[in-house]
């Protein structure tokens, strides 16, 4: 039985068959924000909103971020879920067996973003990656599953994601961080990610794996000591022609940013735009290719990259570039590469199940792939 996240919507599949999962918090919260659209739709609606131009900007981002963002498992049939509802979370338990039953409520909160959260068994606790809205920062969070106050663990100038509790011992969380840095205006720049460990007994994080050229997330450790994790080329390099770019283009930008405002109060007191074209700029509003996509702030040319990985002679070739790669690290110390072209994946009853971006494969220790659904961009497993 697997629990995946797909275009913001959560899956249950079992005995090859797949059923979406009705979240009852997204739900409800989206139900809530069209009633409040109804009500106040008149504003936004007929020639009055027309000349006061503000038609042209209702519902510009509503239910964008509405969606469940983890799940996990924890007895059976029971899952816990996190959604993401604008600048808060609902985190709530469910039954897989009676899906329309009420959920219980485990969190919610109005100025607190989750990201990533594995679950502990023992002592019945989540550990979650969150920030606070507007913030770069995530750090890393206990909830007791019975309780409704966290606990913060991380802290600093960094990005914590993706954790997970050491089967074996589960005062050790393995997770992945990545350091901030700030310019004059409050922009950030990300470093490289890198494998953490978190003794929670004795309060102290040790660094597992680094390289300043590479980025490593998603670390899960299995029953055997193997810690697997993804390693992707790390891409967000500091370019030092960027600044004499930006220096070169300001002028352009700033007289683009005028006509922009002059634009915005032309048409919204005279219904008409300064532009001789009308509507939009036609090359922006131009959809993007499909055969270029953005995955995890990566664009990827999805055609290039499906026909790469059918020469190389996948067996289920898919979007995600060789070299983005799943790799072990055994208890000596050696890296072993499990498989190429990974997007996520979890462990499951010794086998490796992986998401390449078109499918959701299963391979086994013998290196045997079984294709278990066809599904584009699943970027969270749960077993």
């Known amino acids: 039985m697997l629990l995946y996240l797909s275009n913001n919507e959560l899956y249950h599949l079992a005995n090859q068959t797949l059923n979406p999962i009705p979240c009852q918090a997204v739900d409800q919260y989206r139900k809530t924000l069209q009633e409040i659209k109804q009500r106040k739709e008149w504003k936004t609606t007929g020639s009055g909103a027309q000349f006061m131009g503000l038609a042209r900007y209702r519902d510009a981002d509503e239910g964008m971020h509405v969606y469940p963002c983890a799940v996990v498992m924890t007895e059976q049939d029971q899952i816990i879920y996190a959604a993401r509802l604008d600048s808060g979370t609902a985190i709530y338990a469910k039954s897989l067996i009676h899906q329309q039953e009420a959920e219980g409520l485990i969190l919610r909160k109005s100025d607190f973003i989750v990201h990533d959260m594995s679950y502990e068994p023992t002592l019945k606790r989540l550990v979650l990656s969150s920030s606070m809205p507007g913030q770069y920062e995530k750090h890393l969070t206990i909830l007791p599953v019975e309780g409704n106050r966290i606990q913060f663990v991380t802290e600093g100038e960094c990005q914590d994601a993706n954790p997970s509790f050491d089967p074996v011992y589960p005062e050790q969380i393995y997770y992945d961080s990545r350091g901030l840095a700030y310019d004059q205006q409050g922009r950030a720049d990300v470093g490289p990610r890198k494998i953490c460990l978190l003794n929670l007994q004795q309060g102290e994080i040790a660094t597992l794996v680094e390289h300043a050229d590479f980025d490593f997330l998603m670390p899960i450790k299995d029953g ?62 131009r959809p993007k290719s499909p055969e270029e996509m953005f995955i995890e702030g990566n664009l990827i040319n999805a055609e290039k990259t499906l026909q790469q990985n059918i020469n190389t002679g996948e067996k289920f070739p898919g979007f995600i570039p060789a070299s983005w790669q799943l790799v072990k690290q055994t208890p000596s110390g050696d890296l072993v590469i499990v498989k190429k072209g990974v997007l996520s994946y979890t462990l499951q009853d010794g086998n490796v199940i992986y998401s390449n971006g078109k499918y959701l494969v299963q391979l086994d220790p013998h290196q045997t792939e079984t294709m278990l659904s066809e599904a584009k961009l699943i970027h969270k497993i749960a077993s």
């Open 224 to 285: 055997l000591g193997n810690l697997y994790f993804l390693k992707r080329p790390y891409k967000n390099k500091h370019n030092p022609f960027s600044v004499l770019k930006d220096i070169i283009l300001s002028p352009f930008k700033i007289f683009k940013a005028i006509i922009g405002w002059l634009d915005f109060f032309t048409q919204r007191y005279t219904g008409e735009s300064l532009k001789t074209s009308s509507g939009t700029n036609p090359a922006k509003a």
